[in-house]
């Protein structure tokens, strides 16, 4: 990070974090020796948020506890839309009734995901993501999502616009084959996948999605793009 | 039930009820008057657990605990497949990540599910239905889930078996325009539709069922019936 920072290049932070603030995540970060500021983070709940005030949604809300600071200036009187995080304990059955009866009481539902993921996993083992408890809520009223978070095209473009870049001239370095270069791909820029983290070799064999290069680890991928400066 | 019963036709009670055995069933509508025995009925659950020998399938229950004594007699240790019915308050956090974690750790995951329907009605207001939770699970894993319950194949079949009658030879008798007309339909059965419960009046605009008859009440269904003998 500091020698991308060093040689001038914009930085942005992507991340479907939505079980905490940006604050919280970028303190983690810190944490771990990471130079990141929570200007420098692209994260679902602010670009929901942009997208609420934009289309006047006033969201009934099943997040985590940890994530509703996120939402605060937002008018949440009288709901005309559901927006659903990964709310983790918060996914109770009786949270999850109360949100479908929000939704199918609208006479057109507007549903909106932070995220799509499946699932990953804990220290306590795996967990049900954001994604599953979006397809129970889109089944039961007959309504699709809208997905914020990567991949989706709009949660890239967020990205460039706040960084004031053309995708062209942008490159998405993740580990996730659909999330960060498949999502990256679709909006126009290149990706590099990593070898690390939820990299697995069958990604190589991807049906769809074929990163523009690997690298084994962050500092690779920093050695290949300043090559090319 | 009392004309039918007398005019020596064969009959079968169908339901997709899984919060309770088929002994407190009959019991409610014993109850309310009607003439039927736990031997007349047709249920998700029995249904399931001959599917459940023929394959030597060793259950993980998600289940109402009202269901749980028609599994008495199923082994389920080690469990190779997952069954899930309407849960209700079962369907906590912890219960769905638990089934989900059999499920994604089987090398093939079979998922069994006892109705697909959305939700229901009770005194207190809409509920999510199994068919939600078996939509969450299957996006998680990955899988398709067997339904077994109306409206599937294979549960009309049974219920013709356990009388002895062709399809062709036999009439359903419902209000839900997709499980048990539709179902029944594609079964090879007639069906009628009563414009009692669940009924509304643009299931008469289905795109794709259209009902033998429509009947007032069951009395109606009765009296068309015995005048075609």
Redesign the interface.
């Known amino acids: 990070l500091h020698r991308i920072k060093a040689s001038g290049l914009k930085l942005r932070f992507c991340t479907n974090e939505t079980q905490a603030t940006r604050e919280k995540f970028v303190k983690k970060l810190k944490g771990l020796g990471f130079d990141i500021s929570v200007a420098e983070v692209t994260a679902p709940a602010p670009a929901a948020c942009r997208m609420l005030k934009e289309r006047s949604l006033r969201p009934h809300l099943l997040v985590h506890n940890d994530l509703v600071p996120e939402f605060a200036e937002i008018d949440k009187t009288n709901p005309n839309c559901v927006v659903i995080g990964d709310a983790?304990?918060n996914?109770?059955?009786a949270n999850?009734?109360e949100a479908?009866?929000v939704l199918?009481g609208m006479e057109k539902p507007v549903l909106i995901s932070l995220g799509r993921g499946?699932?990953y996993k804990e220290t306590d083992?795996?967990?049900?993501?954001v994604?599953?408890?979006m397809?129970?809520?889109?089944?039961?009223?007959?309504v699709q999502a809208e997905v914020v978070g990567k991949p989706s095209k709009m949660f890239f473009e967020s990205a460039l616009a706040e960084m004031g870049v053309p995708p062209e001239q942008a490159i998405m370095i993740g580990d996730d084959i659909e999330s960060d270069v498949g999502g990256a791909q679709r909006c126009g820029m290149r990706a590099l996948q990593v070898r690390t983290g939820k990299y697995r070799p069958c990604d190589e064999n991807h049906p769809h999605v074929k990163p523009d290069a690997y690298v084994n680890n962050l500092a690779e991928a920093v050695d290949i793009i300043l090559q090319q400066l």
């Open positions: 983790a304990e996914f109770t059955y999850l009734n479908f009866r199918i499946r699932y083992g795996l967990k049900l993501d994604g599953a408890y397809k129970a809520l889109e089944y039961a009223c007959c």
